[in-house]
């Protein structure tokens, strides 16, 4: 009688441990993913060339916020990476303030589109841009006050074990998805 009792309990411990697992890993991947594409988007700051959107200046700008995207879905459909593109709601190129949030009217988003996005290496990226406020031929990475780059993504995380069947037992349950994010902001590299 007493263990009909306390196995409800364990199970929950139990998946409850599992899931957590599992949520981390996603988690990792996520970050890793954005960390990946703000390194790159910090390296090609404004495409190169002097600053400015006029002829001769940024010459490869028109690809830069491409690339970013193409750097973060390698991490999230690399082999053995957990993560399901059609689960991330959007990917956000943001100008960021000194301590890392957004800069009103300087976002870009992009959202999953099955190949639908631009050519990056020969291949049409799965994102396309939906919102382009901040054009990479503005981006300052000149000394002394480099802009910073921010890119962030939402994602919802689906449970893997029946974590909510259990915890419907006790009079709980819950969503079957969990909404995870994660960002990255990283100074533009700075020119001489």
Same mark, same amino acid.
């Not at 991947?29 to 001769?56: I, Q």
């Given at each position: 009688?007493?263990?009909?009792?306390?196995? #409800?309990?364990?199970?929950?411990?139990?998946?409850?441990?599992?899931?957590? /697992?599992?949520?981390?890993?996603?988690?990792?991947?996520?970050?890793?993913?954005?960390?990946?594409?703000?390194?790159? /988007?910090?390296?090609?700051?404004?495409?190169?060339?002097?600053?400015?959107?006029?002829?001769?200046?940024?010459?490869?700008?028109?690809?830069?916020?491409?690339? $970013?995207?193409? +750097?973060?879905?390698?991490?999230?459909?690399?082999?053995?990476?957990?993560?399901?593109?059609?689960?991330? =709601?959007?990917?956000? $190129?943001?100008?960021?303030?000194?301590? %890392? &949030?957004?800069? &009103?009217?300087?976002?870009?988003?992009?959202?999953?589109?099955?190949?639908?996005? #631009?050519?990056?290496?020969?291949?049409?990226?799965?994102?396309?841009?939906?919102?382009?406020?901040?054009? +990479?031929?503005?981006?300052?990475? %000149?000394? #002394?006050?480099?802009?910073?780059? /921010?890119?962030?993504?939402?994602?919802?995380?689906?449970?893997?074990?029946?974590?909510?069947?259990?915890?419907?037992?006790?009079?709980?349950?819950?969503?079957? =998805?969990? #909404?995870?994010?994660?960002? &990255?902001?990283?100074?533009?590299?700075?020119?001489?």
């Amino acid at each position: 009688m007493e263990f009909a009792a306390v196995v #409800p309990f364990f199970l929950f411990l139990l998946l409850g441990m599992l899931e957590f /697992g599992f949520v981390f890993d996603h988690e990792l991947t996520l970050s890793y993913a954005t960390r990946e594409g703000a390194r790159v /988007g910090a390296a090609l700051a404004n495409g190169g060339g002097p600053l400015g959107c006029g002829p001769g200046q940024s010459p490869n700008w028109t690809t830069v916020d491409a690339q $970013i995207i193409a +750097a973060v879905q390698r991490v999230l459909a690399s082999p053995g990476s957990p993560i399901a593109l059609n689960r991330i =709601s959007q990917i956000r $190129i943001y100008k960021a303030t000194a301590t %890392g &949030t957004e800069v &009103t009217g300087k976002v870009n988003v992009w959202r999953y589109d099955p190949g639908g996005g #631009p050519q990056v290496d020969g291949r049409a990226l799965d994102f396309s841009p939906q919102t382009v406020t901040w054009l +990479a031929c503005e981006r300052n990475n %000149g000394t #002394p006050n480099p802009d910073s780059l /921010g890119v962030s993504l939402q994602y919802a995380y689906q449970f893997v074990t029946p974590l909510a069947s259990v915890a419907a037992f006790f009079g709980g349950g819950g969503p079957a =998805s969990l #909404p995870l994010s994660d960002r &990255t902001v990283m100074a533009l590299n700075p020119t001489q």
